[in-house]
């Protein structure tokens, strides 16, 4: 069964202190790594997908990686405006799509 | 564009009775699938439609179930409630051409709480 899981739970950062997400994971014959944001009341939003390993995707302040085990989302320079949950996906082979439970970022100001 | 929306946003039921939420895809978007979100479990696929046929299911019991139409919209219902269905239930579409794609468009949710 594919499985992801995202670390840490919470992060708290200060405006401007760059940090990363983990999302590791478990997937029979991985289609497709994917990022979400979800603001609270909200549903997520759609940020990268990643497709194999060494590849990078960015946005913004935002930098997403992929290794066969794990993905990472690089957040530099963090805006108070970043706070939300970031959540990660995975797409194997059972062609369902298998969400992480999320990491809330707060960024303080 | 208008994005993907649900209806209704929110509701209260008891148990034992049952609920449809519906759901309107992006103008263009065929597929259309739904999720149940809540605190512990986080999001939990349970269906996914395209051009009205159902390409995959999640696991959960016979008491839910879906339905799409031929203009996308899509319909899900829950019988015989429980309390352990109160969550957040999304929808969401995809431009891709084929089904089960990570690339989602997700609605706002219909919050259901039963009591």
């Known amino acids: 069964e594919d499985q992801v899981t995202q670390s840490p739970e919470a992060l708290r950062l200060q405006e401007g202190e760059s940090s990363s997400l983990n999302c590791s994971y478990t997937?029979?014959?991985?289609?497709?790594l994917f990022w979400y944001r979800q603001d609270p009341g909200k549903g997520p939003e759609f940020l990268f997908t990643?497709?194999?390993a060494g590849e990078e995707k960015e946005k913004e302040r935002l930098k997403a990686t992929l290794t066969k085990k794990e993905s990472f989302l690089h957040i530099t320079a963090p805006k108070p405006e970043d706070s939300a949950t970031y959540l990660c996906?995975?797409?194997?082979?059972?062609?369902?799509?298998?969400f992480g439970t999320g990491t809330r970022l707060l960024v303080s100001p | 564009k208008a994005g993907v929306t649900q209806t209704p946003r929110y509701l209260i039921k008891t148990r034992g009775q049952q609920v449809t939420l519906s759901c309107s895809p992006i103008?263009?978007?065929?597929?259309v699938s739904w999720y149940q979100q809540t605190p512990g479990q986080g999001l939990q696929f349970l269906f996914e439609?395209?051009?009205?046929?159902?390409?995959n299911k999640g696991n959960f019991p016979g008491r839910f179930s879906g339905r799409q139409f031929s203009n996308s919209r899509s319909e899900m219902n829950v019988s015989t409630l429980e309390l352990g269905d109160s969550a957040l239930y999304l929808c969401?579409?995809?431009?891709?051409?084929?089904?089960?794609?990570?690339?989602?468009?997700f609605g706002e949710g219909s919050r259901l709480t039963v009591l």
């Open positions: 969401a579409s995809s431009s891709l051409a084929g089904p089960n794609t990570g690339e989602l468009f």
């Open positions: 997937v029979s014959g991985l289609r497709g």
């Open positions: 996906a995975v797409l194997g082979g059972f062609q369902k799509l298998v």
């Open positions: 439609y395209f051009s009205e046929t159902q390409r």
């Open positions: 103008s263009g978007h065929r597929s």
């Open positions: 990643l497709y194999s």
